[in-house]
Every structure is written in structure tokens, then in C-alpha cells.
Antibody, heavy 121, light 108 residues
Framework: QVQLVESGGGVVQPGRSVRLSCAAS????????MVWVRQAPGKGLEWVAF????????YYADSVKGRFTISRDNSKNTLYLQMNSLRVDDTALYYC??????????????WGQGILVTVSS | EIVLTQSPGTLSLSPGERAALFCRTS???????LAWYQQKPGQAPRLLMY???GRATGIPDRFSGSGSGTDFTLTISRLEPEDFAVYYC?????????FGQGTKVEIK
């Protein structure tokens, strides 16, 4: 079955960097767009970034544009999120998820369990 | 940027009752861009509905979605104990995705 496993989180100081990884299995990773979604403690969901199935294009939320970079290695079935210039308000549980299309409808049909990133001095 | 407003913020109901959750968008959106998710404490979100009214794989038929334009509804016909959770609507457009703030369905 589809499995997404995030790693790379932890405690990091403001202004520093961290890279998250998401290992995918159980499906043909190279055929799907992928996203990162985050959830601050006790808050709702916020879409962070999207990458096309072949890595040819990326989209970002305004809150992270210019600081975060989404990428993928289809040979390793792995999605990444490079997070630079981290701020305290980037503290959140970060989920990777698979984008799927059913006819003309789009949604995120599979999610990892999330990885916590805490930005604190 | 399209804003999604969910109501009510909290819905207090008993098992067996009907739940109606609302999602209003700040602009008219295509129905095929609207999805609903369920999230239980300590768990990742789970896709319930896509395209406003399509049930995702494995979702029981007590869940239904409707709506168009700016107003969308998720209905749970008879609440089961496992349905008490937070529900989010989501919209896709202009290369970005937006979530509503969530509706918590709690046991009365």
C-alpha cells in the first residue's frame, strides 16, 4: 500500500536551515505530484509547497517563498523540503502528501504521519 | 487569494445524529477543486471527498458532499463514534491550495 515516511525534523535555531525528506513506497512515485503541508501546534492545515511529478515546476505558499525549496529524486522515490532562514512561526508538524487527480478533480489522497520541526533559540 | 471560511467552528452532536458542515469560499470556485478531509487527534488528515461530491476510496456512504459556486456542504447522515474529529475543506486554484480553518465535531 502507499506509504510516505517523513524524516529530518528536530529543534533548530532561528535563521538556521534544515532539510526534510519523505520516502515514498507502494506506488509509482515518478507519476505523481507531491506536496508539503504543515500544521502549527493546535492550529489548522497550511499548504507549503508543490512539485510536479517530473520536478519540472514548483509552487510555494507566500509565507515560505524564497526561503523553502521543494525537490525530488525520482530514482530514490524521495521528496525533499529544504528550509532556510527558519523563523519561530515555521514551527509545525510537516506532512508530505501525494496529489491525485480523479477525472478533473484534484486532492491529496495519501499522507505521511508528519515530522515535527521546532524553531527555537 | 481565495479564503475558505468554515462554519460552525464547533459542532456538538450525539452519535446517530446528522451533521452538516459548511465551507464558503471568498470567490466562485470550480466544484472539481473542492475537497474535504478528516483529522483525528494525533493522526494525519484523511481524504474524504474530492470534486465536492466524490467519495474517496473506503469512505462510507454516510458521508456526502454537495455545493457549487461559493457554498459547499459536507453531510454526515448518522454520526458514528469514529466520526468525531476535525474536518477541513480545501480548494485548489491558481497553482495554490488553501484550507479552511476547520470544524470540530465533538460528542455532546
Amino acid at each position: 500500500q502507499v506509504q510516505l515516511v517523513e524524516s529530518g525534523g528536530g529543534v533548530v535555531q532561528p535563521g538556521r536551515s534544515v532539510r526534510l525528506s519523505c520516502a515514498a513506497s507502494g506506488f509509482t512515485f515518478s507519476r505523481y505530484g507531491m506536496v508539503w503541508v504543515r500544521q502549527a501546534p493546535g492550529k489548522g492545515l497550511e499548504w507549503v509547497a508543490f512539485i510536479w511529478y517530473d520536478g519540472s515546476d514548483e509552487y510555494y505558499a507566500d509565507s515560505v517563498k524564497g526561503r523553502f525549496t521543494i525537490s525530488r529524486d525520482n530514482s530514490k522515490n524521495t521528496l525533499y523540503l529544504q528550509m532556510n532562514s527558519l523563523r519561530v512561526d515555521d514551527t509545525a508538524l510537516y506532512y508530505c502528501a501525494r496529489e491525485t487527480w480523479v477525472d478533473t478533480a484534484v486532492a491529496f489522497d495519501s499522507w505521511g504521519q508528519g515530522i515535527l520541526v521546532t524553531v527555537s533559540s | 487569494e481565495i479564503v475558505l471560511t468554515q462554519s460552525p467552528g464547533t459542532l456538538s452532536l450525539s452519535p446517530g445524529e446528522r451533521a452538516a458542515l459548511f465551507c464558503r469560499t471568498s470567490e466562485t470556485v470550480r466544484s472539481n477543486s473542492l475537497a474535504w478531509y478528516q483529522q483525528k487527534p494525533g493522526q494525519a488528515p484523511r481524504l474524504l471527498m474530492y470534486g465536492a461530491s466524490g467519495r474517496a476510496t473506503g469512505i462510507p456512504d454516510r458521508f456526502s458532499g454537495s455545493g457549487s459556486g461559493t457554498d459547499f456542504t459536507l453531510t454526515i447522515s448518522r454520526l458514528e463514534p469514529e466520526d468525531f474529529a476535525v474536518y477541513y475543506c480545501q480548494q485548489y486554484g491558481d497553482s495554490r491550495w488553501t484550507f479552511g480553518q476547520g470544524t470540530k465535531v465533538e460528542i455532546k
